[in-house]
C-alpha cells in the first residue's frame, strides 16, 4: 500500500488572530481563496467507514512537514546526528493537512514524525498528503498529481493521497485508484495554502473525496522524524 500520512515560494503573510487555532489572516498579499478556519470544504469517506461530507465544516487546519532524507540510513549515533543536522535544512518534505472539526495540539504532531492523531467519538479528521515529484522539494506554483517520484526512496510514497476517517477509527483503507490533482498557492516556513480535488477509489467504489482551498499554519515535525 502506498504510504501518506496516516499515512513549498513567495511567502503569503502573517496570520493573526486572538485565537491560537485560526489561520485567519488579515494581509492583502495572500490569494483571495486562501482562507484559514472555519469553513467549508467538500470532504468525505464512503464504504464501510463513511465520515465527513460534501459540506464538511472544518474548525481547525495544521499542515505537518516531515523531512525526506532519500536512500539515507544511520547505523551509529553519530550517522544519526549528522541526518537530523540534514533534516533541518533539507527543501525536500512531506506535507501533510491535517482538516478537522475538533481541535488539535500541535506539539502531538511535532513529537511523533506523522503525527499520528485518532479522531474522538463522534469527530472527523481529513489528511491531505504531498509528497514533491523531486528533490527540489514543493514551491509555491506547483501542481502535485499521482504518479511516479523522481528519486529512489525506502519509504513508498503515493505523492497524493486523501484520507477521511472519524470516530475514533484510525485505520489507513487500500485503493487502486487516485484521480485529481492539488495545487499550491502559497508555501513558506509559516503558511501553505493548497487548492485540492482528489477522489480515491477501491475497486469504482469511493473511498475518501475532498475538494477546496484551504490555509494552514506550518508546524515541522522534530528532526529525529525524518523518512528516508
Known amino acids: 500500500m502506498a504510504v501518506g500520512a496516516v499515512l513549498a515560494g513567495c511567502g503569503g503573510g502573517s496570520a493573526e488572530s486572538s485565537d491560537p487555532g ?9 490569494p483571495t481563496a486562501c ?45 544519526l546526528a549528522a541526518l537530523q543536522s540534514k533534516a533541518e535544512i533539507t527543501p525536500l518534505a512531506v506535507y ?22 485518532t479522531p474522538p467519538a463522534g469527530k472527523t479528521l481529513g489528511l491531505l498528503s504531498l509528497v514533491p515529484a523531486t528533490e527540489a522539494g514543493l514551491a509555491e506554483g506547483d501542481v502535485v498529481l499521482p504518479g511516479e517520484l523522481g528519486y529512489d526512496t525506502n519509504t513508498t510514497f503515493a505523492p497524493l493521497t486523501l484520507q ?6 484510525s485505520q489507513t483503507m487500500a485503493y487502486t485508484d487516485i484521480e485529481g490533482q492539488a495545487k499550491v498557492l502559497v508555501l513558506d516556513d ?6 485540492f480535488d482528489v477522489t480515491l477509489t477501491n475497486q469504482d467504489e469511493v ?3 475532498g475538494k477546496g482551498t ?15
Not at 485560526?22 to 495572500?30: E, G, H, I, M, V
Not at 464501510?48 to 549515533?77: K, Q, W
Not at 501533510?96 to 511535532?110: C, H, P, Q, R, V
Not at 477521511?164 to 477509527?169: E, K, M
Request: charged share 25%; proline share 6%.
Open 22 to 30: 485560526s489561520t485567519t489572516t488579515t494581509t492583502a498579499a495572500l
Open 35 to 79: 482562507a484559514g478556519p472555519p469553513l467549508t470544504l467538500h470532504l468525505r469517506a464512503g464504504g464501510d467507514h463513511e465520515a465527513g461530507g460534501e459540506d464538511f465544516e472544518v474548525s481547525r487546519a495544521v499542515a505537518l512537514r516531515t523531512p525526506i532524507l532519500p536512500g539515507e540510513m544511520a547505523f551509529d549515533g553519530a550517522g
Open 96 to 117: 501533510t493537512l491535517y482538516l478537522s472539526d475538533f481541535a488539535i495540539d500541535e506539539e502531538e504532531l511535532t513529537g511523533r514524525g506523522l503525527g499520528y492523531i
Open 164 to 169: 477521511v476517517i472519524a470516530d475514533g477509527d
Open 190 to 195: 509559516d503558511e501553505l495554502c493548497v487548492d
Open 207 to 209: 473511498v475518501s473525496e
Open 214 to 228: 484551504v490555509l494552514a499554519p506550518v508546524v515541522r515535525s522534530e528532526p529525529a522524524f525524518f523518512f528516508t
